[in-house]
């Protein structure tokens, strides 16, 4: 079965740093591009990044590049997301996602999500 | 980047009902639009991908169909577990952008 569990969240003052993880286990991680994705409280859904398997390639929603980086430990079966200089407007639920296989178009399995809440 | 719009916002609606959620985009995505389901407090689920194909599991009263910029999903038969918010996704191009969402609550 599998599984992603995020970890990580909590409260962090404007221009604060957090590292949120997701522990995978299940599957191959290696064999699989993994997301972030982000939910506002009470909004909708914003894909955030995602990675290659093998960490080669990135890519980023505008409002957040060059502050959030996304990587994996495939050693490890883990993901992780540093964000940096954080604000308001990054509050939400974050998700770990699963792309499915031999694609990076489609989110197969979802993590529960952690909240980060960004106020003084 | 690519703009997604769904319509209506939200839908009220019966148990048995044939229901129709629509999705637009910006600009042509050939067939690379997926949809989920989100129940309150839970994680998104994938239902569709690529327009039209079932994910595993799916129950077969769900369908999408589409493509270039106009999309649908339809429930052909509303059931008591269907009542959730449903979301598209574009995987043309990146970002990935997703719609506003719509509602399907109980009438």
């Known amino acids: 079965e599998v599984q992603l569990v995020e970890s990580g969240g909590g409260l962090v003052q404007p221009g604060g740093s957090l590292r949120l993880s997701c522990a995978a286990s299940?599957?191959?991680?290696?064999?699989?591009?993994m997301s972030w994705i982000r939910q506002a409280p009470g909004r909708g859904l914003e894909w955030v990044a995602n990675?290659?398997?093998?960490?080669?390639?990135?890519y980023y929603v505008d409002s957040v590049k060059g502050r959030f980086i996304i990587s994996r430990d495939n050693a490890k079966n883990s993901l992780s997301l540093q964000m940096n200089s954080l604000r308001a407007e990054d509050t939400a639920v974050y998700y770990c996602?699963?792309?499915?296989?031999?694609?990076?178009?489609?989110?197969?399995?979802w993590g529960q999500g952690t909240l980060v809440t960004v106020s003084s | 980047d690519i703009q997604m719009t769904q319509s209506p916002s939200s839908v009220s609606a019966s148990v048995g009902d044939r229901v129709t959620l629509t999705c637009r985009a910006s600009?042509?995505?050939?067939?690379?639009l997926t949809w989920y389901q989100q129940k309150p407090g839970k994680a998104p689920k994938l239902l569709i991908y690529?327009?039209?194909t079932l994910q595993s599991g799916v129950p077969s009263r769900f369908s999408g169909s589409g493509s270039g910029t106009d999309f649908t999903l339809t429930i052909s038969s509303l059931q008591p577990e269907d009542f959730a918010t449903y979301y598209c996704?574009?995987?043309?191009?990146?970002?990935?952008?997703f719609g506003p969402g719509t509602k399907v609550d109980i009438k």
């Open positions: 996602a699963r792309d499915a296989l031999a694609t990076n178009r489609v989110m197969d399995n």
């Open positions: 299940g599957f191959t991680f290696s064999s699989y591009w």
């Open positions: 990675i290659k398997e093998d960490g080669s390639d990135k």
């Open positions: 600009q042509g995505i050939s067939s690379w």
């Open positions: 690529e327009a039209s």
């Open positions: 996704q574009q995987a043309n191009s990146f970002p990935r952008t």
